[in-house]
């Protein structure tokens, strides 16, 4: 029998997590604190995005199968009184910032340690992966994707269902058109996000 040490959001700590105006309540604000994401002031975030960080923070409560881990964490194993084996991984929150004033449409997906600047606009449907960088007033349009170690310099435009590939770095005020997928400007893939 597989035993998990860590505790997850429960349903109820999801509820009323902003106002009628998509701001942040003291349960929203207390809910993204523990999950390890840090929302400055002016946040406007969807409930059904904040619904995704929860479930994705959730995830690590799945019991651990060391053949199909997401992330290359170190396992820890020990046998309990009662002969059990316990699987644990280092404790991790999400590690995501969120500047201020920045907007958050619906069912929008943010990747562990994506870093969202100021008064950025993130349209319905976009997803910024794990280790990404948005500048302050980045858009980023509907079902647009910035891909794993990206980064996005400030005042540029992702218009809708435009891709930013891995690891790649989107030179400020640039416009990537609907659709396409852009591949210039390549970063080198840091160690860890490999």
């Known amino acids: 029998m597989i035993k998990h040490l860590f505790n997850g959001i429960l349903d109820h700590e999801v509820n009323n997590p902003v106002d ?6 003291v349960n929203g604000e207390q809910l993204l604190k523990k999950m390890g994401v840090i929302a400055e002031q002016g946040v406007i975030i969807d409930k059904s995005t904040i619904r995704i960080l929860a479930s994705a923070y959730n995830e690590w409560k799945i019991p651990i199968n060391k053949q199909n881990l997401l992330f290359k964490l170190p396992v820890t ?17 999400l590690g995501i910032k969120i500047g201020e004033g920045t907007k958050i449409g619906k069912d929008v997906y943010l990747g562990l340690g994506a870093s969202i600047g100021k008064y950025c606009r993130i349209s319905d449907l976009a997803e910024i992966c794990m280790g990404s960088t948005l500048h302050d007033r980045v858009y980023v349009g509907r079902e647009a994707i910035v891909c794993k170690g990206s980064e996005v310099q400030s005042d540029s435009h992702l218009l809708d269902g435009a891709i930013v590939a891995p690891y790649n770095l989107v030179k400020r005020n640039i416009i990537i058109l609907p659709g396409c997928v852009f591949t210039q400007n390549n970063k080198s893939s840091p160690h860890f996000l490999k």
């Open 20 to 25: 009628d105006h998509g701001l942040l309540t």
């Open 77 to 93: 194993e020990w046998d309990d009184p009662e002969n059990r084996v316990i699987t644990s991984r280092p404790f991790i929150k």
